[in-house]
């Protein structure tokens, strides 16, 4: 028998209409052909969970969200519809709590309770939200929100308070302060400026003192045994000069220097006659004289005290009767 065109067509409609229906339902989370049991839970507010979401125990999808509809006209209760695709034992004092990941989208998850009874097809389990990442954050600040609106009600009345006080001639004391506190900061500047040069690791002046003083230090260690050695010196000469009898010698000295003062201030002895006596400091300047005067008469006349010339004669001048000068006896010379 042959199939007309008309037939196959209708065949083909009807097949595509079924697999369109079949795959809308899969979408939604409805497997016509897996085996399946449905639970229920109430929420109050589902916080955009919808069909086909999953439905996860202990990390593990095990079902997903078959339906979601309001109780009553006034949507004071959702009833949530789960559709279990696994053979799963849930205890009938389970949560199932919806969260909603950071991420993601909304889901069920199931936290099993430790009732011994398990829940069965078309029970109800008991439900709980979840607090959100957003209410825990807010849950959070909400505290610190109300410190901040307290303390921002104080410091606003401690404001008005120091307006009330500050009048023009405390406000002009006010910015003198200020103006002054601005220039003694700028002097700190300038200071901690001026001792970082001084404290500069290659030019600063400390360091130049601190080189100096290494300097001095080295030579004082190279040079220490010659100064332990002077030490040592000095102090034998301290002892020794400590050990020495100075004060007998000082006044052995003092009666030496009375007595020879003595001995010159008076004239009853020897030495004070002579040193006293201006006879004798006569007599002796005039024999002094006269020997001077010898001696220069034996200069330009030699032939008088001396004869010895054979063809000469004898020199018969007068003699001197006052010493000559220098340059008197060299011209006498050179002219006999």
């Known amino acids: 028998m042959k199939i007309s065109n008309e ?52 990390g593990l999808q095990v079902g997903t969200v078959y339906d979601i509809k309001p109780m009553d006209n006034s949507i004071d209760t959702i009833l949530v519809t789960i559709n279990l ?13 919806i969260k909603t990941p950071p991420l993601g989208t909304p889901e069920v998850d199931i936290i099993k309770g430790s009732s011994p009874t398990p829940l069965l097809v078309g029970d109800t389990i008991h439900t709980m939200i979840a607090p959100g990442l957003l209410d825990g954050v807010m849950k959070s600040v909400n505290p610190l929100v109300a410190q901040a609106t307290a303390v921002l009600a104080t410091v606003d009345s401690v404001l008005l308070k120091f307006s009330d006080i500050l009048d023009p001639n405390t406000k002009g004391n006010l910015r003198s302060t200020i103006a002054n506190l601005n220039a003694i900061t700028s002097s700190l500047a300038k200071s901690s400026v001026s001792l970082d040069r001084m404290l500069d690791k290659e030019n600063g002046s400390v360091t130049q003192a601190m080189d100096h003083l290494n300097s001095f230090t080295d030579n004082l260690a190279k040079n220490n045994g010659t100064l332990t050695a002077t030490l040592d010196n ?103």
């Not at 695709?85 to 709590?97: G, K, T």
């Open 85 to 97: 695709s696994r053979e799963v034992n849930i205890p009938n004092n389970s949560l199932a709590i």
């Open 7 to 58: 037939t196959k067509v209708g065949a083909l409609s009807a097949i595509a209409i079924v697999l369109l229906i079949l795959g809308f339902n899969f979408l939604k989370g409805k497997n016509l052909f897996a085996s399946s049991h449905k639970i229920y839970a109430k929420y109050s507010q589902v916080d955009g969970l919808a069909q086909s979401n999953a439905v996860m125990i202990n």
């Open 234 to 336: 000095l102090k034998k000469t301290s002892d020794g000069l400590a050990q020495a009898n100075i004060s007998h010698a000082v006044n052995e000295l003092d009666s030496s220097s009375a007595a020879l003062h003595q001995l010159l201030t008076t004239t009853n002895g020897s030495v004070g006659a002579l040193l006293n006596e201006k006879t004798l400091y006569n007599s002796l300047n005039s024999t002094v004289r006269s020997l001077n005067i010898l001696l220069d008469d034996l200069k330009t006349h030699p032939k008088r005290y001396v004869s010895i010339s054979i063809f000469g004669k004898k020199d018969k001048s007068a003699p001197l009767t006052a010493p000559l000068s220098e340059d008197s006896a060299k011209n006498y010379i050179q002219q006999h």
